[in-house]
């Protein structure tokens, strides 16, 4: 087994060139655009322009625009590798480097190879894993060291060091987006009532005290269902309500739609398209203008998923590849128990968690199963995919660890 050392100048490499049962329906016919689920036509391609992941899961939903898709990851043929000690039954992982890092009451740091605990801090990202860029993981807290304020903290993924606290009035208890800007360090993050840019400080600023650095600040209506998503520019809000919010950089509205429904899924940007998926549909609007392209009348019982020519969607137990372009479904199957886990896409398959503990994959062509293994009781809502390797928080006897598949 290779050394942690030796993983980190792997990941490094890996980072610098990236940085340069089931029925299939036919392709065919213009079916979806009317919101049901007869066939549509082949899938198109509603990459994001740029997600700006090298490798790993560093994000709640793998990067900023929530895809939930690793170009060049997969497992096959998988066995269990390693189990950690005990986490909180809501901990979800990122994975960046050679550490996995879990939220929810604390961060704790994970060896990527043995399971090994490496550090712990008393920072949370509640429900959500945490953003980890640069080796560095985000999370709010109610309290900073020191005073009373609430704020936003980063946290040396590596070691667990405390590197920075901003002091932020009024965040919502989830955990901040950053995005890539060439020029400034930018983090947003949903706050009560509305979406606020910050620049991160740099490592001599002390932004610990009583004033608060926003470089802008939103309204939005009601409270905040999930994570900010970000792509090239476009910043996306969601409503538990049902409204979705879309700024530019500078704190720009671009546009705002009410969907009258309970969101239930994190927006997923595409490059033409926003997705969202709410109690009772999943629903696509034009990215530049909000308009709609096409809606299914399914309610989305997990976050969504985007390849580079297919959208998956969870309704029950059923998992579909739908048209981006049209939403009409390609493929459609069913895991006769219900899904627990967010769906992951990685390299030519399709992975799914169940309440039973079992991990499925599936090709993406056709939705023909290619494996399924049990790693526990019960699995928690994350399923976190690196280029060979794909973690989980799974139960077992009545306890629940980080497990690793490989």
């Known amino acids: 087994m290779p050394s942690r050392r030796q993983f980190l100048a792997t990941s490094a490499a ?5 940085l340069a049962g089931c029925s299939a329906l036919p392709f065919g016919g213009g079916g979806g655009d009317d919101g049901n689920d007869e066939p549509s036509a082949e899938p198109s391609d509603d990459t994001p322009r740029e997600t700006n992941v090298a490798s790993g899961w560093p ?11 690793v170009p060049d990851g997969g497992v096959a043929d998988p066995s269990v590798e390693w189990r950690s000690e005990p986490v909180p039954f809501n901990a979800r992982p990122s994975v960046a480097g050679a550490t996995v890092v879990v939220g929810a009451k604390g961060l704790t740091g994970f060896d990527v190879l043995s399971g090994e605990t490496l ?56 955990p901040p987006t950053r995005s890539f800007d060439d020029v400034r360090d930018r983090y947003f993050l949903p706050v009560e009532g509305g979406v606020r840019a910050v620049v991160w400080p740099g490592p001599d600023e002390d932004r610990t005290g009583d004033d608060e650095p926003p ?57 033409q398209r926003v997705y969202v998926g709410t109690h009772e549909q999943v629903v696509a609007l034009e990215r530049i ?32 590849a739908r048209s981006p372009r049209t939403g009409g479904a390609v493929w459609e199957t069913s895991l006769d128990n219900r899904p627990s886990t967010a769906p992951a896409v990685g390299g030519d398959a399709v992975y799914l968690g169940r ?34 390797r794909l973690y989980a928080v799974a139960e077992s006897d009545g306890t629940y660890r980080v497990v690793s598949v490989a």
């Open 289 to 320: 203008d909000g308009g709609e392209a096409w809606r299914v009348p399914r309610p989305a019982t997990a976050p969504l998923a985007l390849d580079d020519g297919r959208l998956y969607t969870v309704h029950g137990d059923a998992l579909v």
């Open 59 to 69: 994000n709640p939903r793998r990067d900023p625009a929530h895809t939930g898709w």
């Open 14 to 18: 890996v980072g610098a060139a990236a």
């Open 119 to 174: 550090w712990s801090s008393r920072y949370g990202t509640g429900g959500w894993a945490p953003p980890v860029v640069n080796d560095v993981a985000y999370a709010t807290t109610r309290t900073l060291e020191g005073n009373d304020q609430p704020g936003v903290v980063a946290v040396d993924a590596v070691d667990g060091e405390l590197l920075n606290a901003t002091a932020i009035s009024d965040p919502a208890g989830i």
């Open 355 to 388: 309440e039973d503990g079992e991990v499925h994959a599936f090709d993406v062509e056709d939705g023909e199963q290619r494996w399924t293994r049990s790693v526990g009781d019960g699995l928690g809502p994350t399923l976190a995919l690196t280029s060979d």
């Open 215 to 271: 470089e802008w600040r939103q309204d939005v209506f009601g409270t905040h269902a999930a994570p900010l998503a970000y792509d090239s520019g476009l910043l996306v809000a969601t409503a538990g309500a049902g409204e979705v919010y879309t700024f530019g950089m500078n704190g720009d509205g671009n546009w705002r739609r009410n969907l009258n429904d309970m969101v239930t899924a994190p927006a997923v940007v595409g490059a």
